[in-house]
């Protein structure tokens, strides 16, 4: 079973630069989740998709962040601008369904450095 | 949104068994308890996930007291390759989807 796919593994962009990631999560998995993890954190959830529907975007700095899900597959998330601040490990994952007795799976993530 | 504290950092020897303990006083009565591992430069990976009592699969087993604010992964004889950093997580009942809250989780290291 292929697992979650993201792209691109890295990124170095100057601040007030845009970026987006691309994921596409394992086939069936109707919910997604993108992570942020800054070095030495655990990762913090931006938002999370039931189908292509956002379920919570709580924590996802609306201002500069933006997420969609298409037709309900794949996703991508934008920065415009980038800060100095957003240098982290962005991270997919996917899940059967959004209930917690559901286990996530993550993909290898994107490494964005802001200069 | 119950709260997980767990220690920062663990050391242990190959071929020791290891025992990460959480602590999760506001446990919901819905909530499970789950763990993931994560390597450097890799997304987390599931471990293992339990309501109440004890837990066992392959990679490790969970020990859930009867008031379940606190938990215990317990990793049998460690292998180098076992060091991680592991996250003890509670799911969040607010809107009956799963919405997992990592902490710093707990870096173990596994020396020869």
């Known amino acids: 079973e292929a697992g979650v796919a993201q792209s691109p593994r890295y990124k170095i962009i100057e601040k007030r630069q845009s970026v987006a990631f691309w994921c596409n999560p394992i086939?069936?998995?109707?919910?997604l989740y993108w992570y942020q993890q800054i070095l030495g954190q655990g990762p913090k959830l931006l938002i999370q998709?039931?189908?292509?529907?956002?379920?919570?975007d709580s924590q996802l700095p609306k201002d500069r962040f933006s997420a969609e899900r298409l037709k309900g597959v794949d996703s991508t998330l934008k920065i415009q601008p980038a800060k100095l601040e957003d240098s982290a490990v962005y991270l997919c994952?996917?899940?059967?369904?959004?209930?917690?007795?559901?286990?996530?799976?993550f993909g290898p993530g994107t490494r964005l450095t802001v200069t | 949104l119950a709260k997980t504290t767990q220690p920062i950092s663990m050391d242990s020897y190959e071929g020791q068994e290891v025992n990460i303990t959480c602590s999760h006083n506001?446990?919901?009565?819905?909530?499970?308890i789950t763990w993931y591992q994560q390597f450097p430069s890799q997304g987390p990976r599931f471990i293992i996930q339990g309501y109440k009592t004890k837990v066992t699969n392959e990679v490790a087993s969970l020990f859930i007291p009867a008031d379940r604010k606190s938990s215990t992964l317990s990793l049998p004889r460690v292998s180098l390759s076992d060091t991680a950093v592991y996250y003890c997580?509670?799911?969040?009942?607010?809107?009956?989807?799963?919405?997992?809250?990592f902490g710093t989780g707990t870096r173990l290291l596994v020396s020869p």
């Open positions: 998709f039931q189908n292509n529907g956002v379920v919570d």
């Open positions: 997580l509670v799911g969040d009942r607010g809107t009956g989807f799963q919405k997992l809250v």
């Open positions: 506001n446990i919901a009565t819905n909530d499970y």
């Open positions: 994952a996917s899940s059967l369904a959004a209930s917690q007795h559901y286990e996530q799976y």
């Open positions: 086939s069936g998995h109707a919910t």
